[in-house]
């Protein structure tokens, strides 16, 4: 149950990954937009801090496993 909750979480992280970097590439053209962008990346930094608190945790369970 760990490993599949691993497997889909590093999924989810990767997309989430790809996705902000092609909004970047898509907004780094207009100066407005890309402020924008940034604000928005602020405004869900917290959310990304927490899955990445989660996503370590399940790897010290691994690794202690």
Same mark, same amino acid.
């Given at each position: 149950?760990? *490993?599949?909750? $691993?497997?889909?979480?590093?999924? !989810?992280?990767?997309?989430?990954?790809?996705?902000?970097?092609?909004?970047?590439?898509?907004?780094?053209?207009?100066? $407005?937009?890309?402020?924008?962008?940034?604000?928005? !990346?602020?405004?869900?930094?917290?959310? *990304? $801090?927490?899955?990445?608190?989660?996503?370590?945790?399940?790897?010290?369970?691994?690794?202690?496993?």
């Amino acid at each position: 149950l760990e *490993l599949a909750l $691993k497997d889909a979480l590093d999924e !989810f992280s990767k997309s989430v990954d790809e996705l902000l970097m092609q909004l970047v590439n898509l907004y780094q053209k207009s100066s $407005k937009k890309l402020r924008e962008l940034k604000q928005l !990346f602020k405004d869900i930094k917290g959310s *990304l $801090k927490c899955l990445g608190r989660v996503l370590s945790r399940l790897n010290q369970l691994e690794l202690a496993g």
